[in-house]
């Protein structure tokens, strides 16, 4: 699978969006990119998923490059409540080797007031 | 409700002793996965599922077993071989390939 790079941490003003950003430069042609956030001691959470396109969902948007070598999560209007640790990874999408999912150490997103 | 369960979520055992942590779904998802959280980590693949009767080793596997005998249930053990056992567990589970997976609430697993 793919490795992602993320920044260890990143602050953002309530009300403002949160721009995430996710370094996958070894992405091949059948691998999705998947955003899952954390809150502390809780199990992740789904949050948007893409291949190709740029996606958009209640909770976020997904711009992948054109390139698909890095792509941003974009919180529109950030709540303190949105404050978590944002995993951003790579899998693929078919064939035998579907099933592995793996995380990186993610990224810190502090929403301050 | 559909959902993916972890139980208990919070487990005490002696050190040397072996111990099986739950993870039932009733989602109908074909691949499960077993996760290693330590604190202030990311989480860390310690077996996985995608089909009945078979699994495949994640990343830190040794030290722990698992089975995949029904299609609904991935019971993760944590043996003695395990050096460092103390640790949140966290299960999840998905459809297929394209899909996203959904976690449990976690086992948090201490070990005295």
Known sequence: ?113 | DGGITQSPKYLFRKEGQNVTLSCEQNLNHDAMYWYRQDPGQGLRLIYYSQIVNDFQKGDIAEGYSVSREKKESFPLTVTSAQKNPTAFYLCASRYSGGTEAFFGQGTRLTVV
């Not at chain 1, 949160?18 to 998947?34: D, F, K, W």
């Open chain 1, 1 to 113: 699978d793919a490795k992602t790079t993320q920044p260890p941490s990143m602050d953002c003003a309530e009300g403002r969006a949160a721009n995430l950003p996710c370094n996958h430069s070894t992405i091949s042609g059948n691998e999705y990119v998947y955003w899952y956030r954390q809150i502390h001691s809780q199990g992740p959470q789904y949050i948007i998923h893409g291949l190709k396109n740029n996606e958009t969902n209640e909770m976020a948007s997904l711009i992948i490059t054109e390139d698909r070598k890095s792509s941003t999560l974009i919180l529109p209007h950030a709540t303190l409540r949105d404050t978590a640790v944002y995993y951003c990874i790579v899998a693929n999408a078919g064939g035998t080797s579907y099933g592995k999912l793996t995380f990186g150490q993610g990224t810190i997103l502090t929403v301050h007031p």
